[in-house]
């Protein structure tokens, strides 16, 4: 079966500082990799998402990028943090395969910058 | 571009009493997919239940169900029998083959015990 798995669980940063977020899914192949961010209370932004294998799409434009050096690993990253930064980071996967490609999502990273 | 609305931001409902939610979308496609999400207070995305716009019959996932109105761009939740687990956000989502999935705003689901 399929599994999504994302870290940290939680991170403190201070402003300025830089930014890794890493997510990895094992279990199946060449999935299609999402980034959201989503503030408190508030519903999902797509940040991010990729196709494949160096195949970034940018859907915000922000400090954030995103990289995806392997077929099922993508990173979100930072070099210099702002407080509008903080919210929770939540990663998700999908399949063409699969008939609805619905996403599934790992269990999110929970950023506060200071 | 494609949005999806969730014009209830809180929604309270008594223990085993059945509870809406209602979504509305906008769209040109006539090709899409349409998602309710559960976000309990772990903050987990769960996929509830799912429906091909193509598809007539309303999907039903147990104690979930949905009322698939397309002409209408209607897809509203029903709960049945509500459980203390049940009570989470609740997003309704929209996809087509843009690889693109939207989100509404989400509603916040009570269960009184």
Redesign the interface.
């Known amino acids: 079966s399929q599994t999504i798995h994302q870290w940290p669980a939680t991170l403190v940063q201070p402003v300025g500082s830089p930014l890794s977020l890493e997510c990895t899914v094992e279990g199946t192949s060449n999935p299609n990799l999402y980034w959201y961010r989503q503030a408190a209370g508030r519903g999902l932004q797509l940040l991010f998402y990729s196709v494949g294998i160096g195949q970034i799409s940018s859907e915000v434009p922000q400090n954030l990028s995103a990289s995806r050096p392997q077929d099922r690993q993508f990173i979100l990253s930072s070099k210099k943090l702002l407080l509008s930064d903080s919210g929770f980071y939540l990663c998700a996967w999908s399949v063409l395969a699969f008939s609805y490609n619905e996403q599934f999502f790992g269990p999110g990273t929970r950023l506060t910058v200071l | 571009a494609q949005t999806v609305t969730q014009s209830q931001p809180e929604m309270s409902v008594q223990e085993a009493e059945t509870v809406t939610l209602s979504c509305t979308y906008d769209t040109s496609e006539s090709d899409y997919?349409l998602?309710w999400?559960k976000q309990p207070p772990?903050?987990?995305?769960?996929?509830v239940i799912?429906q091909?716009a193509y598809k007539q019959q309303n999907a039903t996932e147990n104690r979930f169900s949905v009322n698939f109105q397309k002409a209408a761009k209607s897809f509203s939740l029903k709960i049945s029998d509500s459980q203390l687990g049940d009570a989470a956000m609740y997003?309704c989502a929209y996809?087509d083959n843009n690889?693109?999935?939207r989100?509404?705003?989400?509603t916040r689901l009570t269960v009184k015990p």
């Open positions: 997919y998602f999400y772990s903050r987990q995305m769960i996929l799912r091909e997003f996809k690889n693109d999935m989100f509404g705003a989400g």
